[in-house]
């Protein structure tokens, strides 16, 4: 609705100060229009014709048919009738019969393709909320559809919802638009033809519905791809918050409008090209409006003539894009930085086209577009210009009792998930201006993954904005359960939960199986989504005094930041380690021991203690001072080092079986996710196999990954295997190894 219904007998009441105020100043505004759209009046009303038509109604009928050449205008008329009818006697502020609004929202609609069933909605969309029609009579005239529509766009009463109304209208839309995406259709050419008329209104106003327009609108006219709508809200807005700026603007286009156009020599050229090499094509050039020349102005330092607009080149078939696109390149000098393809990658709104920029030969530069006809509708129209996403295909009829809607995208799924978990109407409204804000996305892939309650199939695709962390992809995913994730792998490499996602990343998240796992408070300077850090916020408030169950998610367990986005040797250059409190008392490097016999039968044994070797490692000894022989593994790079120093080796022999054995030890380093009790669980884990810990040693914890060293005492050499498995089983332990093995590359197995 653009403005409430005035009482007839006195239009001009609202133009009159109230007490106490200075008289209001009513600015005259520049009146930008989508094009081909007519402005509606006076004139617009009068008695129908002998086609059962109302002259009012004949320029809408003529668009429509434009699109839809076999509609139904009788429902059209019907719903006319009923909306002049009902709204007889009102007017706008600006004096205007109230029914030149519903006829201007639905004659926008209609220039963008809207079917039949949405242009009678957007007819009677006023009607329940301003005149005595009811939802009921509304679903008997003209059926469900049309009800829920005009249901849908209806506006929640101040009186009952006071300083919530607003935001509680607005959610209110978002769930019936998650039902019907039409809905939404309405709700914006209903805000376009009211910014249209915004002058009436007291500046104060104006710039409230103008923030409005701009934080909650405007990015719903982008995700829904209806740039023909975003593109004049935006111009609107810009006039109302920033009008020095908009004046400037519009200056400096005017400024140009009487100078040669570089564009249109381009222009001419790309036909000539293009006719010569038989691809059948319609090239514009298709002028900027101002906020985007704003933009360039702003990112240049500058504006030239070529700014000012963009070459677009229309084409019937997909394949003759690429072919434009290849004549274009070689025949002009491409920028090749500036090539973009979203027909292979179409955007989030369904927008797609090739996009590219070529010198001319004065050296300026053409952005351009290239696209087929029906791209171009949907470039402009958006879900618009799919017509009624819910009509039966091939004459089935949808599933009963669901609105299954192809046009329903991801990020309003999200939106739709977390609002139902924000009962407070203040909460919402900042979460949801916040959530448009972010006018990009993103599509990230899971990897399969072993950890305990990961239970997502690999190769999900999830949609997220860009910018959003693995904190919010955890949440995304999990829900509730991503409170216990511990870490993360990112195109399978060791990444910390704060890492920003890029489009095409392959992500495998890692949970720990302790269900009282809690986030960190951290978390939330990394959560972009509302979704995540609602569910953040709402842990740590029903969790006072937590919230340090869980490493933080952008910094090291030790406080140190996270500098970069990946963990490329996450698990290299650390300090020295530090002992943690062994079970057992730690005892020297070198061990004797009766595991293994010698050539030199009278010396001593002792295992080394750098490699740790066990049965069936190939070894081989070093007579040492003393008497003594250590028994080192073949592969040990000490063995390498004494060999190069001329040094004799020893023969030596794991002891037969039959033999007696008192057991031997052996050296492990697992490699794991900081997290609390992982000390305790590994040790657990280690007991459990009936190995004893001789010493245990921790690292100081580096990007967020840690590594425990571990001397232990087996009394039979294939135990270790199973005990290897066993440490790798305990939630945030990646990979366990002998002491000294060396990792290829972090996150791989050996």
């Known amino acids: 609705m653009s403005a409430k219904a005035t009482d ?15 008289p209001v100043r009513r600015r005259a505004r520049p009146r930008l229009e989508l094009r081909g759209l007519r402005r509606i009046g006076h004139a617009a009303l009068g008695p129908a014709p002998r086609t059962g038509v109302p002259d009012a109604l004949e320029h809408v009928v003529k668009v429509h048919r434009r699109h839809h050449h076999h509609a139904d205008l009788d429902i059209l008329a019907k719903a006319y009738l009923l909306a002049e009818s009902s709204h007889r006697g009102q007017t706008r502020k600006s004096g205007e019969p109230y029914i030149t609004h519903p006829l201007a929202v639905t004659l926008i609609l209609a220039e963008l393709g809207a079917e039949t069933t949405t242009l009678t909605a957007s007819l009677l969309h006023d009607t329940v909320e301003d005149t005595e029609v009811t939802l009921d009579q509304v679903r008997q005239a003209f059926g469900e559809e049309v009800r829920y529509l005009v249901d849908g766009v209806t506006k929640l009463e101040k009186v009952d919802y006071g300083a919530a109304a607003e935001p509680e209208t607005f ?41 409005v327009t701009r934080d909650v609108l405007i990015p719903l006219a982008e995700r829904l791809g209806v740039q023909a709508m975003k593109a004049e809200l935006e ?8 009008p020095q700026e908009y004046e400037t603007t519009r200056r400096l286009v005017a400024e140009h409008a009487g100078r040669p156009d570089p564009l249109a020599a381009i222009a001419e050229r790309v036909r000539a090209v293009l006719d010569e090499a ?32 963009r070459l677009l080149v229309l084409v019937t078939e997909d394949a003759d894009c690429y072919a434009v696109l290849g004549e274009l390149h070689t025949c002009f000098t491409p920028v090749v930085s500036e090539f973009k393809d979203f027909i292979a990658a179409p955007k989030f709104n ?11 030969e004065d050296g300026a530069i053409a952005e351009t577009l290239i696209r087929t006809h029906q791209m171009h509708r949907v470039a402009e129209a958006g879900v618009i210009a799919l017509g009624n996403p819910y009509a039966p295909v091939d004459g089935a009829d949808a599933p009963e009792g669901e609105r299954a809607d192809p046009t329903r995208p991801g990020w309003l799924s999200r939106l739709l998930e977390w609002q139902r978990a924000t009962p407070d109407p203040d909460t919402f409204w900042s979460s949801l201006r916040d959530d448009l804000a972010q006018d990009r996305e993103i599509t990230v892939f899971h990897a399969e993954g072993g950890s305990p309650g990961n239970a997502v199939p690999r190769g999900t695709a999830t949609g997220l904005p860009a910018g959003a962390s693995c904190v919010d992809a955890a949440y995304a995913l999990h829900g509730e359960a991503a409170h216990r994730c511990i870490g993360a792998r990112v ?22 199986s302790d269900a009282s796992a809690g986030p960190s408070p951290e978390w939330l300077d990394h959560a972009r989504t509302p979704a995540a850090r609602l569910a953040i916020t709402r842990w740590l408030t029903d969790h006072p005094g937590a919230g340090t169950e869980q490493p933080p998610a952008g910094a090291n367990a030790d406080g140190g930041a996270d500098t970069g986005r990946r963990a490329p040797d996450a698990l290299a250059a650390r300090p020295a380690p530090l002992e943690a409190g062994p079970p057992r008392a730690p005892v020297p490097p070198g061990t004797a021991s009766s595991l293994a016999v010698t050539d030199l039968p009278e010396a001593a044994v002792r295992l080394a203690g750098c490699c740790t070797p066990v049965p069936p490692d190939n070894i081989t000894g070093f007579a ?16 390498a080092r004494m060999a190069a120093s001329g040094r004799e080796p020893v023969g030596a022999r794991w002891r037969r079986a039959g033999e007696s054995v008192a057991g031997f030890r052996v050296t492990l380093l697992a490699e794991a996710f900081s997290r609390p009790h992982l000390l305790a669980d590994l040790t657990e884990a280690i007991a459990a196999q009936g190995a004893a810990v001789v010493s245990a040693a921790v690292e100081p914890p580096y990007e967020q990954c840690v590594r425990h060293t571990y001397t232990l005492h087996l009394a039979d050499a294939t135990e270790l295997p199973s005990l290897m498995r066993a440490m790798r089983e305990v ?18 197995r050996p």
Do not use: W
């Open 491 to 512: 195109n399978g490499r060791l990444a910390t939960l704060a890492t920003v996602l890029r489009d095409g990343d392959s992500l495998h998240l890692l949970m720990a």
């Open 235 to 242: 111009d609107l807005v810009f006039a109302v918050l920033h």
């Open 171 to 211: 959610r209110k839309m978002l769930v019936a638009t998650g039902n019907d995406v039409r809905v939404m259709s309405i709700k914006l050419a209903d805000r376009l033809h009211n910014m249209r008329t915004l002058g009436v209104m007291r500046p104060a106003k104006q710039a409230r519905i103008a923030k």
């Open 624 to 639: 040492v001072r003393g008497g003594t022989v250590t028994v080192h593994r073949a592969l040990c790079p000490v063995v």
């Open 278 to 309: 038989g691809i059948e094509a319609d090239v514009q050039v298709r002028r900027r409006h101002l906020v985007s020349v704003h933009r360039v102005r702003m990112r240049r330092g500058r504006i030239c003539a070529a700014d000012l607009g």
């Open 8 to 22: 007839p007998g006195n239009p001009a009441a609202p133009a009159e100060p109230r007490p106490g105020e200075p």
């Open 350 to 360: 369904l927008y797609q086209s090739l996009h590219t920029a070529v010198a001319g």
């Open 731 to 748: 939630p945030g332990v990646f990979d366990v190894l002998r002491a000294g093995r060396t990792h290829p590359e972090v996150g791989a």
